[in-house]
């Protein structure tokens, strides 16, 4: 069955600072990968996905991911941080080689931003 | 302006009420999804259309009955709630195709009291 990881609950970073958010998942095929944020109150917002080629997608809002086959990771970044990054983040995956087409989300990391 | 509009943004029901919450998309997609989403809890799929008909019901009670009378609208209606069920309810909705990403609406926060 295929899942996805976000090890850290919370990421504190200081505003000007280089942003990571990690993801990993488990499939039993290829990966279909896709990162989303959700502000207080508001619903889901789709930033970038990987569905093949090159293995850094870049995003909105300046958010980059790198596609890591070996490592089964996905980790969200982002070279300078600001305050307005401030929200939760999810990562998700679908596996192709399973039926269903299914889209299994993590548990969020919630990421807050320093002035 | 999501592409995605539900109403109504906030709802307070009584256990015994009977209410709906609707969902619109602009987008011209065939799939739409209602997920629920609680405080320190994963997103959890409840239900799943495609082409108006119904793809997937994880194992959702029945208090919960969702209807889609066509691919732009999609409704939840609610009955006889417990207060475990308050959360914030999320529509979305995609083209049904394994590479499209999801767009969701703002949700609709309830309140079960």
């Known amino acids: 069955a295929q899942s996805v990881a976000q090890p850290e609950d919370q990421v504190n970073v200081a505003e000007g600072n280089p942003l990571t958010v990690k993801c990993t998942y488990s499939?039993?095929?290829?990966?279909?990968l896709f990162w989303y944020v959700q502000y207080p109150n508001r619903g889901l917002q789709f930033l970038l996905k990987y569905i093949t080629g090159d293995n850094l997608v870049k995003g909105s809002y300046g958010f980059e991911a790198e596609f890591n086959k070996s490592q089964t990771s996905f980790h969200l970044k982002k070279p300078s941080a600001l305050v307005s990054d401030s929200a939760l983040y999810f990562c998700?995956?679908?596996?192709?080689?399973?039926?269903?087409?299914?889209?299994?989300f993590g548990g969020g990391t919630r990421v807050l931003v320093k002035p | 302006e999501t592409g995605v509009t539900q109403t109504p943004r906030h709802l307070v029901m009584g256990m015994t009420n009977k209410k709906s919450l609707k969902c619109e998309q602009h987008l011209g997609h065939n799939a739409m999804y209602w997920y629920k989403q609680s405080a320190k809890k994963p997103l959890e799929l409840m239900f799943v259309y495609n082409f108006k008909e119904q793809t997937e019901n994880n194992s959702v009670p029945s208090r919960f009955s969702p209807e889609c009378p066509n691919s732009s609208h999609l409704f939840l209606h609610l009955h006889t709630l417990q207060p475990e069920d308050s959360a914030l309810y999320l529509c979305?909705?995609?083209?049904?195709?394994?590479?499209?990403?999801?767009?969701f609406g703002e949700g609709s926060r309830l309140t079960v009291l």
């Open positions: 998700a995956v679908r596996d192709t080689g399973a039926a269903g087409n299914k889209l299994t």
């Open positions: 499939v039993s095929g290829n990966p279909y």
């Open positions: 979305a909705s995609s083209q049904d195709r394994p590479k499209g990403e999801l767009f």
